[in-house]
């Protein structure tokens, strides 16, 4: 697959891409790796082999950012709102957010958008995240954006453990991750229930395409050697993948990609109060993307009692016991696998 | 061993105990354990074998305490100081500390103590901990406390894969803990440089016995069901040795105890500015306990250099990768092994 190949994106050229990092004050992973590219004598010797060296674009401007730096100075996920769920249009549109996060998402999208604009300063967004679940190496696309499904597949062809997770708009209209629950949670939990169809309110979006990428376990606040190891070479693997592209040299992908496409979100076990009653059961901890089945124990009450799932079959989790989520009435996601075109029939 | 047997502890008897959960407010497993025993309707069916049920004590009174409220409310660490720094003998002295947790060290104190009273109100403070560095089950007592010797020794015949931390001070009177580089530190870094040797500013010191459980590797901010279980565990021993203590039935335990004695802490690699230059080295990462040679790898730096090791054999480290430590100037802290006998000879 080469650029000049591809029925609607064989005009699309990266110019100019951002890398975000902390846009959860407390996920460190990210802002150490955009510090690592923020610094001011770049390393000129090459790394040792361990810790990948930042590859530099070629054919591109790349510019890193700490997304939320407030957020970071205070190693909290955010001051005031989750930062993450601040770019649906609507709340965009509006001038006088008095909460720190939406102005900071409104500076965002003037640098480097608009989100939607036809003309956008950046045509790609890489934000970087980690999650206390025990996703592995992972991205997250929108499953619209085609271009973020070759990146995905590029760096699946590299490093071949790396999963995608993806959102997207039901033909009817309907979000299919269905997080209203979750919509007047403190912080935000997901998009707001007047968002439109297809309209995220995720950071990525505002760029012509974006991805995030998502790796765990690892707690928060915290680096570990061996998640920023894999978040550079995922970034790594993108960076190249840009200039491959840009350059219409031919990406070595397969024709599809394998996707776990977000079906919906379950809460926890609460009393009339809202308390949670129970937690992740420790035969379930850990079995992010394995298949769910009915009667597979979720839940361990703070009494003892197992409670077993009873929704359909089929179905595979992730995100459990992510530590950010408890507030957002998330225990964990359901996904289902779907296997996407990489290019449009 | 039975209580009419030693020497100097014959007469002692626990009347009343607290266990305190929540003193870091972000550490969770201690809040749902302290919780579960502050059910205004107990659990009266046995509860299934997964979790055990709460060990009721018999023989004495236990009250269950969340420490820091409002650092629960808010799922941080602390509010503006760590909780379990401020009860050094000095700083209970004064009565005007405009901050939160200095003034609940104080209602805590008046509470279950007061420190270093002839006959304080509790005989006994155990307080839940976690966290993120991988210590497995581990138990941390002050060495001159005689009866914790015991206790500790007691769970670990019933679980022997409990590991036991210790502190002292040396008979010079030198704390041989050398956190004083982090008193400076927000939040407070060791205990302050004007503390009394062998006066230590954590909440098990209030009573005259004091024990704190620390269990990991677990994320800050949730609850994972095999670190509950384990807590419960220990929880459950130790009302069940001091039922037996205060009965004067035999305690099967050895005649020593093998303890990993804080000898000092190992700051990250900085720069000029205080920033720091490094993580972890993934083959360090969760090496608790194991034995550290001069030469092995300690930090991976961010130019992906591997710094070794240059400190003197046979030292044991701990607490390597604590989220919280970061600001304490404390990567991992080292140890020696030391055996202590159970009945001073």
Same sequence: chains 1, 2.
């Avoid at 000049?4 to 890398?19: D, R």
């Avoid at 955010?78 to 102005?103: G, H, I, K, M």
């Avoid at 003892?304 to 992730?318: A, E, F, K, S």
Wanted: proline share 9%; aromatic share 8%; glycine share 8%.
């Amino acid at each position: 697959m080469r650029r000049s190949e591809h029925p609607l994106l064989s005009s699309f050229i990266v110019h100019s891409a951002v890398l975000c990092g902390g846009t959860h004050g407390n996920e460190r992973t990210g802002v150490t790796c955009v510090r690592r590219r923020q610094g001011e004598e770049p390393d000129r010797e090459p790394s040792p082999d361990l810790l990948p060296r930042p590859q530099q674009p070629e054919t591109f401007q790349l510019t890193p950012v700490i997304a939320n730096p407030k957020a970071v100075h205070l190693n909290r996920r955010y001051v005031d709102f989750d930062l993450n769920r601040c770019f649906a249009t609507e709340d965009l549109s509006c001038q006088d957010w008095p909460d720190y996060e939406r102005q900071r998402a409104g500076v965002l999208n003037q640098r480097f958008g608009p989100k939607g604009g036809s003309d956008p300063a950046c045509q790609l967004l890489i934000d970087l995240h980690t999650t206390t679940a025990d996703l592995g190496p992972t991205v997250i696309i929108n499953e619209e954006d085609l271009f973020a499904r070759l990146l995905a597949a590029a760096v699946q062809a590299e490093l071949p453990q790396l999963r995608v997770l993806s959102y997207f708009a039901a033909p009817g209209g309907k979000a299919l991750r269905d997080t209203s629950a979750g919509a007047g949670a403190p912080g935000g939990g997901g998009p707001a229930a007047s968002h439109h169809p297809g309209d995220y309110p995720y950071l990525a979006e505002i760029t012509t395409s974006g991805i995030e990428v998502e790796i765990g376990p690892i707690p928060q606040g915290l680096v570990r050697g061996d998640t920023q190891i894999m978040n550079e070479r995922i970034v790594n693997s993108l960076v190249k993948t840009v200039d491959s592209w840009n350059r219409d040299t031919p990406l070595e992908i397969p024709e599809t990609l394998l996707v776990y496409r977000f079906t919906g979100d379950q809460d926890y076990p609460r009393d009339h109060r809202g308390a949670i009653t129970a937690m992740i059961h420790p035969d379930f901890q850990g079995r992010d993307f394995s298949i769910l089945a009915p009667g597979d124990p979720l839940f361990l009450d703070f009494q003892g009692n197992t409670i077993p799932y009873q929704g359909p079959g089929g179905l595979r989790p992730v995100f459990i016991n992510e530590a950010s989520y408890y507030e957002k009435r998330t225990a964990f996601t359901l996904t289902e696998e779907q296997t996407l075109p990489l290019v449009p029939r």
